[in-house]
């Protein structure tokens, strides 16, 4: 187990501890009324050892704490996969980054997805990620180079934004038309790809202009999965987040930004200013 993953177990033990202090029972007391030997009463509240839906359950229920019980085997349940080591994962491959996808995106009816700085994956054209894998192969200095394979996976997975009853709401930072990934040509076909995903008929695009004020932006990009998962990247790592009430907070954001957003003709205003300047350049204009 990672320190990282140590001290979110750690995290859950001690909100325990406190549910159980606050009812004013010993650990003796609650081994007692839930029939656990005292000694698990101890580990689970020093983050050494976990526990069943049905454990904490019990555990709630004896201390008069019901209501806290759908939060805390939420948070249960992500400790074990609270952090995804992308660097890790991807020692045999960048395939190995994309094949743990397909099942959520399979069963996901829900995406509302942010990004500030680059196209997400679901909406690129082959080249633009084709630039991103090369990009991240090149940063995690991987001994094998799949990036034809990886790219090949994220590309059928697109196939989801015409099959079943799917809705989908991108909400994308204005930057994002003038982050140069591939070559400015390549560029060129991305910017095409964004208005003709606008016209799919469960996709909603959004565009959040450069000139939003706080509420259009936030610290990172993130995914929602219907409303039982949150996935944010960093470089290095991936944070799943699935704690009722932190899914709220970002349901909550996403919502403001969706306010700020400009959809239809306004959108497709930004993307052809973004071309336009573009097709300025010698590179661009040339094709």
Not at 128 to 133: D, E, G, H, L, T
Not at 146 to 151: K, R
Not at 170 to 184: D, G, H, K, N, T
């Amino acid at each position: 187990m990672s320190s990282k993953q140590q001290k979110a177990r750690e995290a859950f033990g001690n909100r325990l501890r406190e549910i159980r202090l606050d009812a004013g029972l010993s650990g003796r007391k609650l081994a007692s009324i839930t029939g656990f030997h005292y000694t698990k009463i101890s580990r689970v509240e020093h983050g050494g050892q976990s526990l069943s839906d049905a454990d904490i359950r019990m555990w709630c229920a004896a201390c008069g704490a019901e209501p806290h019980a759908t939060d805390l085997i939420a948070q249960m349940r992500a400790v074990d996969t609270l952090y995804r080591d992308y660097r890790h994962a991807a020692r045999r491959g960048l395939r190995q980054l994309q094949e743990p996808w397909v099942a959520l995106y399979e069963r996901t009816k829900f995406f509302r997805v942010h990004e500030h700085w680059v196209v997400p994956g679901l909406i690129q054209t082959e080249a633009y990620s084709m630039a991103v894998m090369a990009h991240w192969r090149d940063i995690m200095s991987l001994p094998e180079d799949d990036t034809e394979v990886a790219n090949a996976i994220r590309m059928n997975r697109q196939r989801i934004l015409r099959l079943g009853d799917r809705r989908f709401i991108f909400l994308l930072a204005e930057q994002v038309l003038y982050s140069r990934v591939p070559s400015a040509p390549a560029m060129l076909d991305q910017l095409d790809r964004l208005a003709e995903v606008m016209r799919l008929p469960r996709v909603s695009l959004g565009l959040i202009p450069a000139t939003s004020g706080l509420d259009g932006h936030s610290q990172t990009s993130f995914w929602i999965f219907d409303d039982s998962l949150v996935q944010v990247e960093t470089l290095t790592t991936g944070l799943d987040v699935t704690r009722p009430e932190e899914i709220e907070l970002y349901t909550a954001a996403f919502e403001r930004m969706r306010r700020t957003a400009v959809f239809g003709r306004n959108a497709k205003a930004l993307i052809g200013r973004a071309r336009d300047k573009l097709l300025q350049e010698p590179a661009a204009s040339s094709t």
